[in-house]
Each structure stands twice: as C-alpha cells, then as structure tokens.
C-alpha cells in the first residue's frame, strides 16, 4: 500500500464512524492475529521484539543491540512476510550516527515498508538527560527530520509527540498522522507503576491538539500507551478529545500474553480438581429422552456464552437435530432457540446487575451477542423495550 492508499483507507474508516488502530508487534504470530482482528496498519519497533523476550520496553532503549538492524532483523524474517495485505511502519532510530537517513529510509520503502515512525524517541526522557541529549546532537529534531524526508519520499509517516512543541514541529514536517505519546502502558506484569491517569491523559490531548487545528487540515490523530489498557479507557479519550485513532503495543501484545498464558497453564496443571459437566455427561449412557434433554441443557448452560447451535449437540450425540429439537419441544414446552434466547437474557440480565460499571454492549458479549444490534433486536422482541431502557426502569 503506498501513502496515498493508507491515507485514503484511515479516513474512510473515520468517515464511517470506526476509529483508526494501528498496533505494534514483535512477532509473526502477533502480526497474523493483529491483521485478522482488523487492525489497520502494523508496527514493528524495537522494543517489541523485547516484549516478546519477556523483558520490559524500556530494553529498547539501552545499549542491547543496534536499534535499527535488531528491528529490521526481526521484521524481515517474521513480520513483513505475513504482512502482505496491511501496511508496516518501520520504527526508526533516527538519532543513529551510522545512517545517512535518507539514503536508509529509502532503502526501507525499497524493501516493501509503507512508512516510518520516530522510535526509539527521546521523548521519553526529560530533565536533565533529555537536555544533554539535546545539547549532544542527539535530538529530537533529527526525529523531525527523519518525518520530512520519509514524507518527501511519499512514504507514509507516524509521529510520536510528547508536548505541544514536538507536535508543531511534526506537523510543519508533513506528519500524515500524530500519535501523541502517553508514556508507558499501565496493566501486566511489566507495566509501568506511575502514569498518567485519564483525565491529565485527556487534558495533555487536548492541550496538544489545540496547537494544531486539526478540523481544518487533513492531518490524522492517535494515542499510545500511558493509562489506556482497554476499551473503556480509549472510549473515553474518544469522547472528550478530537483524536481519531490508538496505537497499541503491550495493550496487544504483553498484557493478553501474560494473563492467558499464565492461566491456561495453571489450569492444565490443575486438570485433577476439573469438572467439566459435559464431558462427565458423556460417561454415562442415554436411557431415556429427558437424559437427552437434560444434557441440551447443560450444554447451554456451560457455552451460552459463546456459539451454540444444535448440529453441534446432534454430532456428539450421534442424534438427528430433527429429533432433538422435536424431542427438546416436549419435554421443555418451547423450542430449543427460544430456551438458549431466555436463557441468554436472564444471564444477561444477571450479569449487569451485578456489574454496575460494566457497558451494556460487554455483558451482551458476555452471553454470546458479538453484535449489539442484533442482541438488542431479540431483546426487545423479547421483553418489548429495549435493553437500556429495561435496566433503567425495572426494579430490582
């Protein structure tokens, strides 16, 4: 995809009410997932390479490797081949002194990356570190002129900006998207203690974004990192700033890794205390028509939240899904879809109750409706009002 192509795609996505995601990855298998999730473009820096080593981000910024051949190794051999229908930003260390940046990220679009981003960046440090870079040569405004030369080669560019100055300088640069900086991902084993709450999040954004009109130009917006850990957090930002997008990479890549894999081990480890009712089912044998009835029954019970159909019932059975629904209706006095769709309601139902704090369209998900304008169809077929207003105006 060349510049134009993404930039066309990104506002067709804001256009049509979605928002933009960009997320960086550090391996093929997250590349691939990243991709099929519906990600828009893809990321490769450095530090998450180091993620998937199992060490923090901020690896990427000590004297481990060279920063751009370690991303361009790791990017050549695992992402850029299962990246062929997304576009790749390339993260570039532009304060390296053994590049010529032009003729490097020329010799990055030659070899099939769609753009650049400013990472490693020094707009990470502050005080007096980030002064004696600065003083040293190592500046942020050879990052700048990294930008201004990828977008002179009609490469699309993401620039990571930390205050109004930085995003100014990008901007006059030709910057097609401003990323702005939140720090380090909260959540995870490895996530950074201190940072930025929400609201300082939400009021640096529109602080920044005040800099740059960007109704009145053609300039795209993110976030990255900082206190966003899930969708409730950059809902949030979405509805009290201008920006238009998120960038993510332990949001992605660390923090799901660190829980699932943590758990699913634990949980084989632990396979002697583990009932599962369906599978205990299954030892038995089927004497009479309620034995099957009541085994339909636990199956929804045990996968309501995720999909139920009744072939799937009828093939561990060995039974005709004619003769189980016929035989369902019976026993039960209903059809087997109506019974899943109360089931699923009063759970739902269950659910929010209990959960205060959590969005309408996460307990719906919860009960196996992906889809929020569907669940509400057959909630409101089935109650007469819709969910929103069930919640508010039925007692306890």
Known sequence: MDRAQIIKKLNKEIVEGRHILGVAVGAGISAVNADRGGADFLMVLNSGKYRQMGVSSLAGYLANNNSNAFT?????????????QIPLIFGLNATDPNINLRTYIQSLKD?????????????LFDGNFYDYLEASGVSFDKEVEAIKIARELDMFTVAFVFNKSQAKKMFDAGADLLC????LTKGGELGAKKVLSLVASRDLINEILQTIDVRNTNLLTAIYGGPIKDERDVHFIYSNTATKGFIGGSTFERIPFEYSIANITNKFKQTDTLVDPILSAL??????PQDYVDFMRTYIETHYSSKVMLKDISNILHVTQSYLSRLFKKEIGMTFQNYLINFRINKFLEIVRENSNLYISEAAQMVGYDNYEQFS??????????????LHHSPE
């Open 72 to 84: 361009l190794d790791f990017a050549m051999e695992e992402i850029l081949p299962r990246a062929l």
């Open 111 to 123: 070899l099939g990356f769609s753009g650049i981003n400013n990472y490693p960046t020094i707009g």
């Open 180 to 183: 702005i900086h939140l720090g």
């Open 283 to 288: 030892n038995k044998e089927f004497q009479s």
């Open 377 to 390: 169809k057959i909630f409101k077929k089935k109650m007469n009002v819709s969910p929103k207003h069930y």
